[in-house]
Structures are given as C-alpha cells and as structure tokens.
C-alpha cells in the first residue's frame, strides 16, 4: 500500500475558545497543560486564504495523520460551509468536534455542528465523528455524570443519519489522553493483527500485562491484558506521567529511553519498540528476573517491526523467549 493511501485526513473543528489548539499542542506538540495559556486562537492562513492550521504526525508505519485545525470565529466557521466547502470536507476520515460544556451559546454551536455534518454526509459519508465535550474540569464534581450524559444524548440525536462517538475531556487530567488514543485506534490499518501479535508476546513471556505507545505522543495504541487490573484509567494516567518525564529530560538535555519500576508486588519496564513505539510489560513473577524480560523485549523487536510494514506480510509471533 503506497504512503499515499495512508494518509489519513483529521477535521479538528469547534467554536473558537473551546480549546481545540490547546489539547492538539499538549497531545502532539508536548505542551504541558499549564502552558497552553499563552496559545492564541487559529488565525487566517493569508497565503492559501483558509483559515487552517495544517500539521502531519507519522504513526506507524505508513500512517500519517493529516491534521487540519480549524479556527472556529464565526466568518472563518461560515466560510467553511460556502467557498470553502468542498475542500475542507472532501476525502474525510474523522472529524472531531469540540464543545465547551459552559459554552454561552449552545444553539450556535449545535447548528455549526449540524452544518458540518452535512457537508460530511455529502463530502465524506464513511467518515468517522468523534464530539468532545471539553473543559470539563470546569463542571462541578457530582454534576459532571448527568451533564455529560444530556450532552451526549443531544449530539448522538442530532447527529443522525452518521454514528457519533462521546466523549468527556479535560487537558488538566487523563480524559484526554482517553479520547485521543480511542480515536487514533480507529485509524490504525492492521490493529487487530498487532493486537494478537501482542496477546502472543504477553503469554510466551508470562506477562500480566503489555502496552504499545505511539512514540512521539506516547497515546496507548494497543495494550494485552493476561489478568484484570483495577483502575479502568492507568493508560491514559501512565500516558500522561512518562510523556511529563520524557518533558523533564529533554529540558535537561537528555533522551529518554527506558525505565524499570519495581515493588514487592510487580515489576514494570518501559524501553523503546519499535522504530515508532514503546513497550510497557507488567510482570508480576518474582522468580523471572528483569533480565529475562529485559532480553524477550530486544528479541521481539524485530518482529514488531515488520509488523509495522503494513503493506509487508502478514507474520504471527512465534519466537522462542528466554
């Protein structure tokens, strides 16, 4: 399959301030969340007069996301739906929608949402949408269930014909890395194959459980589990802490490439994959020592790589581990 087929077109749309730019820098630029506060909104694009901010992330593989964020100021939202139509909503994978859930008007923003979605069905009828109900830190605690439940109910109503997908995010906390990796799940050509590779990979070495990370934005792309954990959230929170490590050692001019963490009750190791990846195995077994899995990591390597070789063969793991 050529580079080209596997580019994959992302509408990043929403009113201006309801925190588009900021969750793309934190999740794609290594902004931390604080940092975020001196970003200003997506601006006019004079030389190609569209008001869009184009950026392209490689993902594994040939996958590329072509990322289009558009300024949401009312004359840019207009243009979209008139001269600009056909270019911005034509050859569409996802669009993701972006809603401030204190937004002061909520009427406006359901009839740009609806618009969109017209010029999706007539543009781009397969694609995917994803609404990110946003800023929900914002929501008092034990109103937060029932808002996000009425919000989502809205979205899913208006939405038809076309399936929507919900989801409640926050850049101060791990909502977001949530909502991204679900969406980045659905984009990855071959996860089903590399989701059995990796269930392989976690029984031959006797994990308890094995995670894959996108490099560069450290998204949870597919994970294995051998037995049940109990916080529902630890992807998105480990996410969230390497990716504010990683920050750490860059500013200290230091790469970062692997880590062990160990207590009486597990041990986790985080090294480096695959050209595109990083690997977290949990082991609970005290009697394998961390160079065993440290070496069954290194062996499987290459395997994963091929994996990643989406137009290559298809392979299943096999290998021998120490």
């Known amino acids: 399959m050529s580079s080209t087929a596997m580019k994959k077109k992302v509408l990043l749309m929403g009113k201006s301030g309801s925190g588009k730019t900021s969750m793309r820098s934190i999740i794609f630029a290594n902004y931390i969340a604080r940092d975020t506060r001196r970003l200003g909104a997506t601006s006019k694009n004079t030389l190609n007069q569209v008001d869009v901010e184009h950026s392209h992330v ?16 009312d004359t840019f939202m207009e243009n979209y739906f008139t001269s600009q139509r056909d270019n911005i909503f034509r050859n569409v994978e996802v669009l993701i929608y972006v809603f401030d859930v204190e937004s002061r008007e909520l009427e406006k ?68 890395y949530k909502a991204w990796s679900s969406i980045v799940y659905q ?8 989701e059995t590779n990796l269930r392989n990979f976690a029984q031959i070495i006797e994990a308890d459980e094995v995670l894959l990370f996108e490099r560069a934005t450290f998204l949870v792309i597919s994970h ?18 390497i990716k504010q490590f990683k920050l750490s050692c860059s500013k200290l001019a230091a790469s970062f490439q692997s880590m062990e ?11 480096v994959f695959t050209s595109n990846t990083y690997v977290m195995v949990i082991m ?39």
């Not at 993902?59 to 964020?69: Q, R």
């Not at 984009?187 to 590399?194: E, K």
């Not at 294995?224 to 802490?241: G, L, P, T, V």
């Open 58 to 73: 490689r993902f594994l593989g040939n996958l590329v996301l072509n990322l289009w964020d558009c300024g949401g100021q």
């Open 261 to 271: 963490v160990r207590n009486s009750n597990f041990a986790a190791f985080i090294d």
């Open 284 to 322: 609970s077994d005290p009697s394998i020592p961390s160079a065993a899995t440290l070496i069954n990591i290194r062996n499987a390597r290459k395997h994963f790589e091929k994996l990643e070789r989406v137009d290559g063969p298809k392979h299943s793991l096999h290998m021998r581990m120490r």
């Open 224 to 241: 294995y589990q051998c037995k049940e954990q109990r916080d529902a959230h630890r992807f998105e929170k480990i996410s969230n802490i």
């Open 109 to 176: 923003d359901m009839h740009y949402y609806q618009s969109c979605l017209e010029a999706i069905l007539q543009n781009s009828p397969d694609a995917k949408v994803f609404c990110l109900v946003h800023k929900m830190d914002l929501v008092q605690e034990d109103q937060r269930d029932l808002i996000f439940k009425e919000r989502e109910e809205d979205l899913k109503r208006l939405s038809r014909p076309l399936a929507c997908t919900c989801f409640r995010t926050s850049i101060w906390d791990e909502t977001l």
């Open 187 to 194: 984009l990855i050509p071959n996860v089903q194959q590399l």
